[in-house]
């Protein structure tokens, strides 16, 4: 039995990205252009064999940008807690502003660049409201920061402090560069807010519009979302970290009593 048309377009075009002869990322021809190039293919039988790879996971549609190969990448694996300090800035990608923060990144042998922080004043998103104990209303400092390891986009980070903490005189906050010393040792001797502890939470969803462009993934991916809100005496929480990963890129960590060193072996499922 003839094996179907679209079957045949899925096949040719699997073995193309698969040898490289489309690399990894790369957008695929137009919907007219694979019509010309498979003998005048309807235009449901190139969309049928575009449905075949993405079942695949070979390609991923973009809404507005076309259709794309899916780009293969070994997951970042990283520790959310550590034994350290209080006061200091935590290992991994749900971490303090530092340097340390990237740190984990480089021990592994792979490239990082980062944004320097993209500053705003806006209202208070509900939910970070809700963590900090602030009126809804109320304004925050958000430090955005961009992450790319090894030439593909990780994660995006998000900072909330309270606006009243610029007003208090942590004016470096609104400003576009890295906190002297780290956020934490930063708001310590400005404001004398000392960390005691911190919680977080993990969640997955849908990513939103800007997170879905900057981290190159399609708006019905998934992406992991690591809260972190940092306390201070008395259980008053006063800053918010939102960091977003592709799910498919990372492995998040969490170890307890003595495990081995070695934590950056991918978990074979």
């Known amino acids: 039995m003839t094996e179907p048309m679209y079957r045949r377009i899925a096949e040719d075009l699997r073995a193309r990205i698969e ?52 780009r293969h990448v070994d997951p970042f694996v990283t520790i959310l807690t550590a034994v350290r300090p209080p006061a200091a800035d935590e290992p991994g990608l749900g971490g303090g502003e530092g340097e340390d923060a990237f740190a984990e990144i480089g021990q592994q042998g792979r490239t990082t660049s980062a944004s320097g922080p993209q500053v705003s004043v806006q209202q208070a998103p509900d939910d970070v409201a809700a963590r900090l104990q602030i009126p809804p209303e109320a304004q925050v400092v958000c430090r955005r920061r961009e992450l790319v390891v090894d030439g593909t986009p990780l994660s995006l980070r998000t900072e909330y402090y309270p606006f009243d903490f610029v007003t208090a005189g942590a004016t470096d906050l609104v400003q576009a560069g890295s906190l002297p010393g780290g956020a934490t040792s930063y708001l310590e001797q400005r404001l004398g807010l000392v960390q005691v502890g911190y919680q977080e939470r993990i969640l997955v969803r849908p990513p939103a519009k800007d997170e879905a462009k900057f981290l190159e993934i399609t708006d019905n991916g ?41 934590h950056t072996a991918p978990v074979v499922a």
Do not use: C
């Open 19 to 70: 040898s490289g002869a489309i690399p990894q990322g790369t957008k695929l021809p137009t919907e007219t252009e694979l019509r010309d190039r498979y003998d005048g293919a309807a235009r449901n039988t190139v969309r049928d064999a575009i449905k075949l790879l993405a079942s695949r996971g070979l390609v991923e549609t973009r809404p507005g940008r076309g259709t794309f190969t899916t």
């Open 222 to 262: 998934r992406v992991a979302v690591i809260v972190r809100t940092r306390y201070q005496a008395a259980r008053r929480p006063f800053w918010v970290t939102v960091t977003v990963l592709p799910a498919e890129r990372v492995e998040l960590v969490i170890n307890s009593g003595t495990v081995p060193d070695d």
